[in-house]
C-alpha cells in the first residue's frame, strides 16, 4: 500500500530551496559575541550559497560609538575565524555594501527614529520592499524596553505592505511568571504570527532529523511507544566550564540554561505524536500536547524526581580545572546547579509509565548530546546470559552533536564454534552518508524567519507549557533538596547515580 501524499494542503512536505524577498535584518545588540560569532557569520554563508535576496541587507543597533564602517571592519575582522566556509574578499566586500550601524542606546525614542528614518532610505536604495526582521540580540532585561520603542515608533509595522518579523533570543523569561508577563508585553506590540523565539538546538540537522527519522520512516513508529520502549535518557554534556560567564550563569543555572529549552526541545521532539502536517502550527500543536502530558513534579517531590549538583575542581582532558566556587563571579557559597538530572513520566497512551530521563551538566568527560532510546529485553532469552554471553538491550541512539548520526546496537553471535553473543552497532553518519558540512544552525533559522516559517521557533503556549513544568521545581528546589559534588572530568555524582538506579536502570557510559 502506498503513502497517502499531498491531498492534505498541510502536507506539502519538507521547505523547498527558496529565496526570502528582498529585506533587512536589524540587529539589536549588534557589537555583541553572538551577532559577531553566530549571526554575521551565518547570513555571509547564506550569501555565499545563494540564498540570500538582492538587495540583502543589515543594520546594527547598539550604543557604542561606532558608524557603518567601523562596524564592517569589526565584523570582519571575526570572520576567518567564525565563518565555517572562510572568507572571500570580493564577496564579503559585496555583502558588507549593506551592512549599516544604528548608533544608539535602547531606551532612546530618537533612535528609533533614525533607525525608521534608516530603514526607509535603504528600503528606496536597495529595494528591500518594507520588509524587516527585527533580531533581539541583547541582554534580556532589554527586550521590554526594545519591544515598547519599536511599537512607539510605528516599527512593529511595515510601510508599504512588507512584512516586519521579531526574533527573540533566549532566555525567554526565568520562570512561567516572567515568561508570562513577556508575552503579554510582546503581544500589545506584535501577533504571534510575527514572533520568532528562537532556540538555536531547533536548527541543528539532527534536531530536524528526529522528525525526519520518525515520521518518514515506517518501521520505527509502530515500536516507538510503552510496549517496547523501557526507558529514554536524553544527555547534553559539556566539557567547557562557566567560561568567564559566571556573572550569567550563576543567575541561570544548567535548568534554565539548558533543560528548560534545549533539553525539552529534545523531549517533546522524541515523544509527540505525529503532526496533521508539516507546518508551523500542526507541529507546534503536537509539540505542546506533548509537553502539557508530561506529568509535573511538585515542588515537595523534587527530592525523588531531580538531581542537582556543582563541579569541584578536578581534571578535564589531562588538564586540572577548578570548581565551580572557585570560578569569577560565582558567589563563594553559590547553590547554583551545573548538573540536573530529572525524571519526568509522560502521561498519555504512547508513554505511561516510560521514564525519560534528562541530565545536562558542565565539566563532563567530554562534550556529546543524544537521545537514547532503550527497548524492552526479549520476551524470553534462549541463551544464558552467563560470563560469556554479553546481552544488552536494543538501544536506538540519535546522537545530536559531535559525530551527528544515528545508531542501533543489538546483540550480534560472535563468529565461531561456540554461542557467543556480543552487542554490536548499526552506524549511520552524516558526514559518511552525504559527505557535504552541515549548515550552521543559525543559518537554517535565520533563513526560515525571513521566509515567514515558524515551525522551528517556539510557540508563546509552547514556552509557558515548558516553564510550568520548570518552575516548580525551582521552587521546590529553594527549601527542599541537598545539592551534591561531583569531580570535574567525571559524569557526575554519587548521588546522580544512585538517582537512576533506584528505578532499576543505568546512565549510559558514553
Ligand atoms: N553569546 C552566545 O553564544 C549566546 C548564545 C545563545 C544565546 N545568546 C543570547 O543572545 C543575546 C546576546 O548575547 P551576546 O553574548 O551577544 O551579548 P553581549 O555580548 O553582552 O552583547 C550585548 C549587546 O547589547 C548591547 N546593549 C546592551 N545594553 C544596551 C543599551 N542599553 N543600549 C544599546 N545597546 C545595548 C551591547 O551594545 P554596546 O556594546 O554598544 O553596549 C551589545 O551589542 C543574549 O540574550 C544571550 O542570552 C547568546
Redesign the pocket.
Known amino acids: 500500500m502506498e503513502a497517502t501524499t499531498a491531498t492534505n494542503p498541510l502536507r506539502t512536505g519538507l521547505r523547498m530551496q527558496r529565496t526570502p524577498e528582498p529585506c533587512t535584518v536589524v540587529i539589536f545588540?549588534?557589537?555583541?559575541?553572538?551577532?559577531h560569532?553566530?549571526l554575521v557569520p551565518a547570513l555571509y554563508n547564506l550569501q555565499r550559497e545563494r540564498l540570500l535576496p538582492p538587495g540583502f541587507s543589515i543594520v546594527g543597533f547598539?550604543?557604542?560609538d561606532w558608524d557603518d564602517a567601523y562596524f564592517r571592519e569589526s565584523l570582519r575582522k571575526e570572520m576567518e575565524q567564525y565563518s565555517r566556509s572562510g572568507v572571500q574578499d570580493s564577496l564579503w566586500e559585496s555583502f558588507a555594501e549593506g551592512i549599516f550601524f544604528n548608533r544608539?542606546?535602547?531606551?532612546d525614542p530618537a533612535g528609533y527614529q533614525e533607525l525608521a528614518r534608516r530603514l526607509n532610505e535603504i528600503d528606496e536604495q536597495r529595494g528591500t520592499g518594507g520588509n524587516r526582521l527585527l533580531y533581539l540580540?541583547?541582554?534580556?532585561g532589554?527586550y521590554v524596553d526594545i519591544i515598547q520603542q519599536l511599537g512607539a515608533a510605528g516599527l512593529n509595522r511595515s510601510p508599504n505592505g512588507g512584512w516586519t518579523r521579531i526574533i527573540i533570543?533566549?532566555?525567554f523569561g526565568r520562570d512561567l511568571a516572567s515568561a508570562q508577563a513577556l508575552n503579554a508585553e510582546i503581544h500589545k506590540v506584535f501577533d504571534e504570527s510575527q514572533v520568532y523565539r528562537i532556540d538555536?538546538y531547533l536548527g541543528k540537522e539532527t534536531v530536524q532529523n528526529i522528525m525526519v527519522f520518525r515520521f518518514a520512516n515506517g518501521i520505527f513508529e509502530p515500536i516507538w511507544n510503552r510496549r517496547y520502549v523501557d526507558h529514554v535518557q536524553i544527555t547534553v554534556a559539556e566539557n567547557i566550564g562557566v567560561e568567564g560567564r559566571g556573572n550569567y550563569y550563576e543567575r541561570a543555572g544548567a535548568m534554565r540554561d539548558m533543560v528548560q529549552n534545549h533539553l525539552m526541545q529534545l523531549l517533546t521532539l522524541t515523544a509527540m505524536e505525529p503532526p496533521v502536517g508539516y507546518d508551523a502550527d500542526a507541529v507546534r500543536d503536537e509539540k505542546v500536547k506533548a509537553l502539557r502530558a508530561i506529568r509535573p513534579i511538585a515542588p515537595a517531590e523534587v527530592d525523588r524526581y531531580t538531581v542537582r549538583s556543582q563541579y569541584a575542581g578536578g581534571t578535564v582532558n589531562g588538564q586540572a580545572v577548578p570548581g565551580y566556587l572557585e570560578e569569577a563571579g560565582v558567589a563563594v557559597d553559590s547553590r547554583t546547579e551545573s548538573y540536573v538530572a530529572i525524571q519526568f513520566f509522560i502521561e498519555n497512551w504512547r508513554w505511561a509509565g516510560v521514564p525519560f530521563f534528562l541530565r545536562t551538566a558542565k565539566r563532563m568527560p567530554k562534550r556529546v548530546s543524544e537521545i537514547a532510546i532503550q527497548f524492552r529485553s526479549a520476551p524470553l532469552m534462549l541463551f544464558d546470559s552467563g560470563p560469556q554471553n554479553n546481552i544488552e538491550p536494543n538501544v536506538l541512539t540519535i546522537k545530536v552533536q559531535p559525530d551527528e548520526g544515528i545508531s542501533l546496537k543489538f546483540g550480534s553471535k560472535v563468529p565461531g564454534q561456540v554461542s557467543q553473543i556480543r552487542p554490536v552497532t548499526m552506524d549511520f553518519r552524516y558526514n559518511a552518508s552525504f559527505g557535504v558540512e552541515s549548515p550552521e544552525a543559525y543559518e537554517r533559522l535565520q533563513l526560515d524567519a525571513m521566509l515567514g516559517d515558524s515551525t522551528l521557533f517556539t510557540r508563546s503556549d509552547e514556552v509557558e507549557a515548558s516553564w510550568s513544568l520548570i518552575t516548580p521545581i525551582h521552587q521546590g528546589w529553594e527549601t527542599a533538596q541537598a545539592l551534591s559534588t561531583y569531580e570535574a572530568g567525571t559524569w557526575g555524582s554519587q548521588a546522580a547515580d544512585e538517582f537512576i538506579e533506584r528505578t532499576g536502570r543505568k546512565w549510559r557510559r558514553l
Open positions: 545588540g549588534s557589537t555583541g559575541d553572538l551577532t560569532r553566530k547598539a550604543r557604542r544608539s542606546s535602547f531606551d540580540s541583547t541582554p534580556p532589554a533570543e533566549k532566555p538555536h
